[in-house]
């Protein structure tokens, strides 16, 4: 029986999307930007310790080769070449942090997270002096918290008027970045110490350990990462576009460990053959882009111009607001970052950056916590049945306020209850918090920049709901728009790709980008409807704060215990009272006896 013959489409483009919870291989068409095929991999975090948040590297790795095997198999079952595939992208979870060693491979710990949100006040557990670590062969993961003790003792060597850690990275010293977690592995593990002292470390965010291994790794992998995630590391001088001397002595990090840094945009190395993929697909493919999520987000959906913004709604959301070839210093909470650089000679774009640390996680939280649905899906049933929430606020303040109010001291409140709220009134409520949040970012990067904002471009796996959509649209008084193919991040590091010098598959001028189809959410919703609804959230939120008020240094614990004197009181107040008890029983028994 003869072969069947092989669909022709154009160039394709792959794009790894490394995640903190999964991995997937995604196959484009880059002229008209259709996804044809994908495959996901779910991946663990491990938990060692409270706050302590890690993955295996190896783990994540092998995710990405069995996602482009099943990938490259979905597509010969659909009858398309891979060989037509002319590049890889790489987009990933910024600031995680892997140390492995050059001459064999093998990571030195697992991934270090940052925490859920950036910021100048992250309320955090914090690790106590002579914890042990676990083992080897890890990774620390976004959003870990254990550097705090670290960024409290490296925040009393900056003077008070002159941070320049933020003016030459745009970033607060925070546990969020790759610096501080970067300390405390060399710090805490005795392998990383002793690799670098023996010169065979090599440090990376999930990007750089992802292209160093599937070039080659020990023989002859590339070890580089972008402007994007060098960005996040809190290493990097996003003036320059150079690691900086002074912030690598200051935190004490040996310039030699460190990737060198390229575009976004370039062909970075070619994809060796692997033991893990059969036939060793693709090898030969050039990977030529790399972007961290949130900028491959940005990319993919052409927010090119100065002014134009998206936001991404997953566990937390991330607004991100291009603001062109300058830097754009907040003075309202928000982080500075560059956004991309699209070739070795192109120019560089920067954007402001917030973050809402609970989104999807509020719903998630309605579901795990309280039990009022069985599936995420189901809120938007909920919030469908009543359309309102008859007055009643949820400020999920689970573990403090984030920007733009960087408050440790608050915690999450329901508010408004009637004898009338039911589970419905606070579903909806649940969605308008995510949208009234999102409003105070923009509000704050709309102080920062200047231009308010004609529209909002949204992507991520909340906006299929539609009753959140509308929410938001109404809260901000301006459209909302959604993009009817959801996978912008991916689709951000494939044209990155594509594109690329050598490559040439995907062009980025604006007359050639294929139109999008959309949809659009307009506010239904008065002016002044919208704002007196905005101004009780504010309110809401005011009551959210000061309700932590003390809490032990060294472990975070809130226990009475944390105080010695008060412990000590505790304690004596306790043996007096059991020794009243056993006095007044001897008595009693004493008069039976008489």
């Given at each position: 029986m003869a072969a069947s013959k092989k669909a022709v489409l154009g160039p394709l483009v792959g794009a790894v999307d490394q995640g903190t919870s999964s991995t997937r291989f995604l196959v484009f068409n880059s002229k008209t930007a259709e996804l044809l095929s994908h495959h996901q991999v779910e991946i663990k975090q491990e938990f060692p310790r409270e706050g302590w948040v890690e993955q295996d590297p190896k783990e994540i790795l092998h995710s990405v080769y069995e996602c482009i095997e099943k990938t490259c198999e979905k597509l010969g079952q659909l009858n398309i070449d891979i060989s037509n595939i002319k590049a890889i992208g790489v987009s990933n979870q910024r600031e995680t942090t892997v140390v492995w060693d050059k001459l064999t491979g093998e990571p030195l710990y697992n991934a270090v997270a940052a925490p859920v949100s950036p910021g100048p006040s992250v309320p955090v557990a914090v690790v106590p002096s002579g914890s042990s670590v676990p083992a080897a062969g890890t990774s620390s993961v976004w959003l870990d918290l254990r550097t705090q003790s670290t960024v409290e003792s490296l925040s009393k060597r900056i003077p008070g008027n002159n941070n320049f850690v933020k003016s030459k990275t745009g970033l607060p010293l925070s546990t969020y970045f790759s610096a501080v977690k970067l300390r405390w592995l060399l710090d805490n593990v005795r392998e990383v110490q002793k690799a670098v002292e023996e010169k065979r470390a090599l440090f990376g965010t999930i990007d750089s350990w992802l292209i160093w291994s599937l070039t080659g790794g020990v023989n002859g992998g590339v070890h580089c990462t972008d402007v994007t995630n060098a960005s996040r590391t809190m290493l990097f001088n996003i003036h320059s576009l150079e690691w900086d001397k002074q912030l690598c002595e200051f935190f004490g990090i040996p310039m030699e460990i460190l990737p060198n840094v390229r575009s976004s945009s370039e062909i970075y190395g070619l994809m060796k053959i692997s033991h893990s993929l059969k036939a060793g697909a693709l090898e030969g493919v050039p990977i030529s882009g790399c972007l961290g999520d949130q900028s491959a987000a940005l990319v993919g959906q052409m927010c090119f111009q100065n002014g134009q913004a998206k936001n991404t709604y997953g566990t937390g959301c991330f607004l991100l607001c291009n603001t062109g070839h300058k830097c754009v210093f907040s003075d309202h909470g928000l982080l500075t970052t560059v956004a991309y650089k699209l070739g070795?000679?192109?120019?560089?774009?920067?954007?402001?950056?917030?973050?809402?640390?609970?989104?999807?996680?509020?719903?998630?939280?309605?579901?795990?916590?309280?039990?009022?649905?069985?599936?995420?899906?189901?809120?938007?049933?909920?919030?469908?049945?009543?359309?309102?929430?008859?007055?009643?606020?949820?400020?999920?303040?689970?573990?403090?306020?984030?920007?733009?109010?960087?408050?440790?001291?608050?915690?999450?409140?329901?508010?408004?209850?009637?004898?009338?709220?039911?589970?419905?009134?606070?579903?909806?409520?649940?969605?308008?918090?995510?949208c009234f949040q999102t409003r105070e970012i923009l509000d704050a990067m709309n102080r920062d920049c200047g231009i308010p904002l004609s529209h909002l471009?949204?992507?991520?796996?909340?906006?299929?709901?539609?009753?959140?959509?509308?929410?938001?649209?109404?809260?901000?008084?301006?459209p909302v728009v959604k993009p009817s193919m959801p996978e912008t991040?991916?689709?951000?590091?494939?044209?990155?790709?594509?594109?690329?010098?050598?490559?040439?598959?995907?062009?980025?001028?604006?007359?050639?980008?294929?139109?999008?189809?959309?949809?659009?959410?307009?506010?239904?919703?008065?002016?002044?409807?919208?704002?007196?609804?905005?101004?009780?959230?504010k309110k809401a939120v005011m009551k959210s704060m000061g309700w932590v008020t003390t809490q032990s240094p060294e472990s975070g614990d809130p226990s009475i215990f944390c105080s010695l004197p008060l412990g000590f009181f505790i304690v004596s107040s306790m043996v007096m009272l059991i020794g009243a008890r056993y006095i007044s029983g001897s008595w009693k028994i004493n008069l039976r006896s008489n």
């Open positions: 070795r000679d192109k120019p560089v774009y920067y954007a402001l950056e917030g973050s809402v640390a609970i989104a999807g996680a509020v719903i998630r939280w309605l579901r795990d916590n309280l039990g009022i649905i069985k599936t995420s899906e189901e809120i938007e049933k909920l919030a469908k049945e009543v359309g309102t929430s008859y007055g009643c606020y949820f400020v999920p303040a689970f573990s403090g306020l984030y920007a733009p109010y960087w408050e440790p001291s608050a915690r999450g409140i329901i508010c408004g209850l009637t004898q009338f709220t039911n589970k419905c009134h606070i579903a909806f409520a649940a969605l308008e918090a995510v471009q949204v992507d991520g796996g909340m906006t299929s709901n539609k009753i959140l959509m509308q929410l938001q649209a109404d809260i901000l008084y301006i991040t991916a689709l951000g590091a494939a044209m990155a790709a594509g594109a690329a010098e050598g490559v040439g598959v995907w062009s980025l001028e604006p007359e050639d980008l294929s139109a999008v189809t959309m949809e659009r959410f307009e506010p239904q919703i008065n002016a002044e409807e919208s704002e007196i609804r905005y101004s009780t959230w």
